[in-house]
Structure formats: C-alpha cells, structure tokens
C-alpha cells in the first residue's frame, strides 16, 4: 500500500532565478532567541525553538537547478532562492552515505566509522560509536517531535535514532519497491502497475507527518527530514513528466554546458573558466556485462557529442530527459510540502537549506530488477544511468563526477531561505563550506549548545561551524580546513587553496580565487605548498583514525566497490 496523493495544482516560478533540487533543509526558527539566562535557557529555546525540514536531493548536480544555471523547471526551489540566499562554495562528501553520515551527526564520517580508513573498516556498512549520535537525539530534550521520509543509508533504525515516524523507501525500484519501511516495520511489496511513484510517496508520508503533528503536537517543535531518492538511478520517472523534456537534449553535452555556464556566469555563480570534457575518464566502477547489454546507445566516456552515432545521440539524449524529469518532478513534490507548511502557518518561521549528497553519477551499471531493452525507457523494466557524458553537464562548470573529490565530486547547491531571520532576498554567499557545519548550524539557530558529554565520558568536539555568521554577509567562518577522503580519493582545502588527487594518482594544486574548474595544476610550480597541504591533510587523518581507533570494530566496509545503496 502506499499513501495516494491528492492533486495539487503545479506551479511555475515568473522569478529570473530558476532553481531545480538536490537537498533541502527547511528550518522554522524564532528570531528572538534569548541566551542571556543560561538558568533559563532550555525553557526559552523549547518555547520558541524552530521547526526543522532537511530535504536532500541524491546524485543532483550542481548546476541540474535553473537557480544554479540549469535549464530543468524546478519553480518551487527557484522561488527559495529568490527569497533567499545561494552559497556558491557548499560541499559535500562525494558520495551518498558518507555525507548523509555527516549531514546527521555533524562529524566527517571518518571520524564516526562511516567511511572507510585503512585497517580499521568502516564505509557503508560501518556503525558510528554510541557517542555519535544523530540529530534527532540532539534535538529530543527541547520537545521536538522527529519524522523522516525517503532514502535513510544511515547505521541502525530510524526510530531507535531518536525518529518519532519514519517512511524508508527503497533506492532501485521507483515503481515497485520491495523493501521499504515505516516505522522500522516492513511494508507489503508494490505492483509496479500500482500507480506507486517513490518521490511522490515520499512526499506523501511526510504530508502525512506534518498533517498528524499539526493535529496531536503543534505545541511542539519538529524535525522533517525529506530525503529523496532522486534522481538517482536506475532513471525511473513518470512518462509524462519524461515527455515534458523528450525533444531538450538534443543539442549534446557540449552546447548545452556552455549555455549553463554562461548563465551561471551572468549570475555571478562561478568565477573560474568551464572546465575541459576528460573523454578518458569513464564510470568508476567498470561492469563490461552492463554496457552490452544496454545496447549500442550507451557511451562510457564523454566524447564530443558530434563524433557519437545518431542511435548514441538519441540514447544518450532520452537518458538526460528521464534525470531532468525526475527533479522536475522532486520539484512539484516539495511544492506540496511547502504549500502544507504554510498551511500550518510555520512558513515565515522556517529556514530552507537545500542540498545534494554528491555530484551527478557517472556510474553505469545494471542491477536489482534488471534491464529489458524493449521496454520503454524511464518505465520500472528499464534500468538505465546517467553515465558520464550528461553528468559532465551536471557538474558544469567542475571536473569529475561522484566519488571523485574534484570539485565535480564534491560541489553541491545550498540554498538558504529564512523570512524571518535571513534579510537578504535573491542573494549569493561565497563563504567556504561543508556539511558537517549543518548540525552546528541548527543547534546554534535553536539555542542548543553542542553536546560535551555521553554517557559520563567527553564527546569529540564537532569539527563544523555555524553558518549563521553567513546568513548575513559573505563570513569568513575561520576553520583551519576542509578535508575529504573517499575511496582513495583525497583533498584538503585551506583558504583558496586545495590539493587534490585521485586514487593512486599524484597531487595536483589548485587556486580556487580563479580556477575551481581545477585546469591549472600548480603542484610543480608550488612544491612548497604542496608539501605544507600534504602534511595538513595527512594530520587530519592521523587525528580522526586515532579517534576511530579508540573504540573496537564496528563495522566492515561494503564488500566490493559497488554499494547497494550509494
């Protein structure tokens, strides 16, 4: 069963800014929090603390949303960003669990067992230490009423994680799920002639949680976590959303990353060249057996578009309207949410973070139901990806793709909007940062100090900032660095500068005032800042495996390169 959804009338944005989805943190909060009674503090937060909504888009690129350049209708985030604010340099962890790891606990995900470290496991099946809890947890003892809706990929039950509902759906079937969860209790499996579509479920349960608190705890605070699944693959979407987009695509990847890159640069989005197409960079993991069976349409690498075949051309093509089609449609799913918002009357008490978990996938790959040539494409018999042709357009105007740390990888839309406590309307930030500021971010807008303790014994200090500061003006939120690691993969960024490499592969030196299209490689000529970067970030790694280290084995990673649920 699944909850049927009620018409809602869709609704197109007249604003200039267009903005399309990846994921989306919708924080009510009170702008007249007081903390000069520490006596009295917890009462004054409960009284008026925010409501919190975290929608996550999976797999978006940076520029898939017209607010970010992209030319998919996503009105509703286009309408955020217009009464609101864009940063420009947010990131993220480069892949799905990693990041939504850090999006919930507030640590790198090394730091929690939930991306791998040599010798100590880890990755997508590792599980944090009991001090490492999720947001929830923090935000329980203020009165706050918790629900989830959509992808999890996080250690343990959702209401064990301090969850008051939760709807988990299942990532490889959009039509038919077989596993998926409310309340941690299995669901029956659906008919993929059911009528069942999993980011409009989605956004049907967390109507359904909004609708029950509003009517049993509106005296109470809440957290929506709104995880979608899309667009991730397999590419699944309603055919008459793909139809809105059939015809678009077919100019290529080419034409089509200049025309996103000259808007992104008339809105003084990016400050760097358009990064070069790497036609020798293919899909990170290699399935030879998937690219065959999809047939002579599928492309590895991301040629020129006039070198592809016709029959490549149309494929390739059909592909990028099925992704455009899944966000529009996460689009028109969040508008519901926001239209019940305010019809709670929460909406000028409530902050708007949207944000992806990774860039767009290069990926290509066949699994769970498989692949039925015959079948439309986009239908539940079909499993197609991305691949890395179209995510190079994704990523416009950065080099590489999920998993790879390169700002492709990396580099997420983030868009702010607060009535009452953002002034700003239609503004961008170029403050520096990660997700693992988001938990500070929160915590500090609800008037909630940090965690010191677990248990009787310390808790590592979060290793975020609070982005308020930036809510206001362009804040230089003072942190020594960002740091990743992924699979091999490996970065650390210090101001304007970053070193960045590849699995196996040597450092490569960028400045990031002009060039996060990384085209420059400045390592020969700054062999000095090299070895300065090197060592800063090998000392972030040494701290969080001496920190992963002190508690016994709590997990292995994945088995294989391919994560079931990435």
């Known amino acids: ?333 969040i508008g519901r949410v926001l239209e019940q918002i305010r019809a709670m009357q929460a909406w000028d008490n409530t902050l708007i973070l949207f944000l992806s978990d990774n860039g767009a996938s290069a990926e290509i790959m066949v699994r769970d139901d498989g692949h039925d040539p015959a079948a439309p494409p986009g239908s539940a018999k079909s499993y197609l990806c991305l691949g890395p042709g179209f995510s190079s357009l994704g990523n416009t105007p950065f080099r590489r793709h999920k998993t790879w740390v390169h700002e492709g990888g990396i580099a997420t839309p983030l868009i702010a909007h607060w009535p009452k406590g953002i002034s700003a309307r239609g503004e961008l930030r170029e403050t520096p940062a990660h997700v693992i500021d988001v938990v500070p971010t929160l915590l500090a807008a609800a008037g909630i100090a940090p965690p010191k303790t677990f248990d009787g014994e310390p808790v590592p200090a979060l290793p975020g900032k609070s982005l308020l500061p930036a809510f206001h003006h362009n804040a230089d939120l003072d942190r020594e660095c960002l740091w990743w690691l992924h699979e091999g993969n490996r970065a650390v960024r210090k101001e304007n500068w970053k070193l960045v490499a590849a699995k196996g592969e040597p450092w490569e030196l960028y400045d990031l005032t002009t060039d996060r299209a990384e085209s420059n490689n400045l390592a020969t000529a700054q062999p000095e800042l090299v070895k300065e970067l090197d060592a800063l970030w090998h000392q972030k790694l040494k701290e969080f495996t001496e920190l992963a280290a002190q508690t016994p084995e709590l997990g292995q990673p994945e088995k294989g390169k391919n994560n079931r649920q990435e």
């Open 1 to 333: 069963m699944f909850i049927a959804r009620s018409p809602v009338r869709r609704h197109r944005s007249t604003h200039p800014i267009h903005c399309g989805i990846a994921t989306l943190i919708l924080l009510s909060l009170s702008a007249n929090v007081s903390f000069a009674d520490e006596k009295h503090e917890s009462k004054t937060a409960a009284a008026s603390a925010p409501n919190i909504v975290i929608i996550m888009a999976d797999d978006l690129g940076f520029s898939d949303l017209g607010c970010y350049g992209g030319e998919i209708q996503t009105p509703q985030l286009d309408r955020l960003a217009a009464n609101g604010l864009r940063f420009t340099q947010f990131y993220n962890t480069a892949r799905c669990w990693p990041t939504r790891a850090a999006l919930m606990t507030g640590y790198y995900p090394q730091q929690v067992h939930r991306d791998e470290l040599d010798g100590l496991g880890g990755g997508g099946k590792g599980r944090r230490q009991p001090w490492a809890q999720l947001l929830p947890a923090l935000l329980k003892p203020q009165g706050y009423r918790c629900y989830h809706a959509g992808k999890w990929h996080i250690d343990g039950p959702a209401l064990a994680a301090g969850f008051d509902h939760s709807y988990i759906g299942e990532g490889g079937r959009f039509f038919n799920p077989r596993q998926h969860f409310e309340d941690d209790v299995k669901l029956p499996a659906v008919d993929p002639e059911s009528g069942y579509y999993a980011t409009t479920a989605t956004a049907d349960y967390a109507l359904k949680y909004l609708k029950s608190h509003q009517a049993d705890h509106k005296q109470n605070p809440f957290l929506l976590y709104l995880a979608f699944i899309a667009p991730h693959f397999p590419l699944q979407a309603p055919q008459a959303d793909i139809d809105r987009y059939r015809s678009r695509y077919h100019e290529g990847w080419d034409v089509l990353r200049e025309q996103r890159y000259g808007r992104q640069r008339d809105a003084g989005l990016v400050n760097t060249p358009l990064s070069a197409l790497e036609p020798q960079v293919g899909p990170p993991y290699d399935f030879p057996k998937a690219i065959e069976k999809l047939g002579p349409g599928e492309v590895n690498r991301p040629l020129t578009w006039s070198s592809l075949t016709s029959e490549q051309q149309q494929f390739q093509a059909t592909k990028m309207a099925i992704h455009a089609a899944m966000v529009d449609r996460m689009d028109q799913e």
